[in-house]
């Protein structure tokens, strides 16, 4: 325990001395019924703990200015809602109106999430976080204007982007032990190695794997960077949701139509895989299903931020001050009038 105001403990000295120089007999105080007939027995015995009663009053009215503080604890602060990436397809393959129907898409969503943590990750040729999880919807708007087309190169990394997003999740619980590059080429396989492995048994052991999900806003025609097979293998060992949201692609993405098709459909069966889903941005049905499926999602408690805090004490000492106080009121003006 701490004291904020230790020098309010000087008036114990004032105090010690009042409780010397108090002789009942040569006290020159307030009008009262004290002395107005003898006591005894039992009701004298009670009378006797006036002066006693009344300096603990005092005494704990002093350790309340004295400000007492518990030491320094752990608080956390937390809500309930789901930690949400939302991942931004910016390749030139969005140029024109997918682009602006994605941005339109996000920021409808953005404004229904009061409760969830959000961030905005980004993708071209290569991924980058732009906004990391947040509650702040005027920072994640802002993010979000300025988003545009051809903004991280014009080819497109889908697995790049899901990867990015995976490790903004994560960041915080990563620490030294796990390193973002280690854990790319960990996924960057047939096969989850047992560098991905441990990562996930590790968060597991941390229960910091509730409530998360990835949502990704693509045309779905990836020609470049890791399959996204791989990191969606690793939300899918992690027990996390993914979901696309398609859009149109322009007519220019520098890829073969059919394996352009064969792309979206391999994109398609791994977001399933994750018990996520598929959607369609142009169909206007579609799209408010996607915002009924992740309302329906459960909430669960996310820990917002910990922080250290000195619990206040004084208010144990201002009600031993009262009761004490009250007490000798008692005694004095009430007890001796009990016939």
Not at 80 to 89: F, H, Q, S, V, W
Not at 168 to 197: C, H, P, W
Request: proline fraction near 3%; charge should be neutral.
């Amino acid at each position: 325990m701490t004291l904020a105001n230790p020098w309010f403990l000087f008036l114990i000295i004032p105090f010690g001395l009042l409780c010397f120089f108090w002789k009942e007999k040569k006290y020159i105080g307030y009008s009262s019924l004290y002395h107005v007939k003898d006591l005894y027995g039992f009701r004298k015995i009670v009378a006797g703990f006036f002066k006693p009663v009344f300096f603990c009053a005092v005494f704990f009215l002093i350790l309340a200015l004295t400000y007492p503080q518990s030491a320094y604890h752990k608080e956390k602060i937390s809500l309930k809602g789901r930690e949400i990436l939302l991942c931004i397809d910016t390749s030139f393959s969005t140029t024109g109106t997918a682009i602006e129907t994605i941005k339109e898409i996000v920021a409808a969503f953005i404004k229904k999430r009061s409760n969830d943590i959000i961030g905005l990750s980004i993708f071209g040729t290569d991924a980058a976080l732009i906004a990391m999880p947040t509650m702040e919807t005027e920072l994640l708007e802002k993010s979000l204007e300025r988003v545009h087309s051809s903004q991280m190169g014009y080819q497109t990394s889908i697995g790049e982007g899901i990867f990015t997003s995976i490790t903004a999740l994560f960041e915080k619980e990563m620490g030294i032990r796990f390193t973002f590059t280690e854990l790319r080429n960990s996924i960057n396989k047939q096969y989850l190695d047992d560098y991905a492995v441990s990562f996930v048994k590790e968060m597991k052991k941390r229960d910091v794997l509730k409530n998360k999900l990835i949502i990704l806003f693509t045309d779905g025609i990836y020609n470049i960077g890791i399959s996204p097979d791989r990191p969606l293998r690793l939300l899918q060992r992690m027990g996390i949701k993914a979901y696309i949201v398609a859009v149109k692609a322009s007519d220019v993405y520098g890829i073969d139509p059919d394996i352009a098709a064969q792309h979206i459909q391999e994109l398609q069966e791994a977001i399933e895989s994750t018990g996520g889903k598929y959607y369609h941005a142009d169909n206007f049905e579609e799209v408010a299903k996607f915002y009924d499926e992740i309302d329906r999602i459960e909430k669960d408690e996310i820990v917002v931020e910990n922080v250290f805090k000195k619990k206040d004490l004084y208010i144990f000492p201002v009600i031993a001050s009262l009761f004490f106080l009250l007490t000798s009121v008692f005694i004095e003006n009430f007890w001796i009038k009990i016939p």
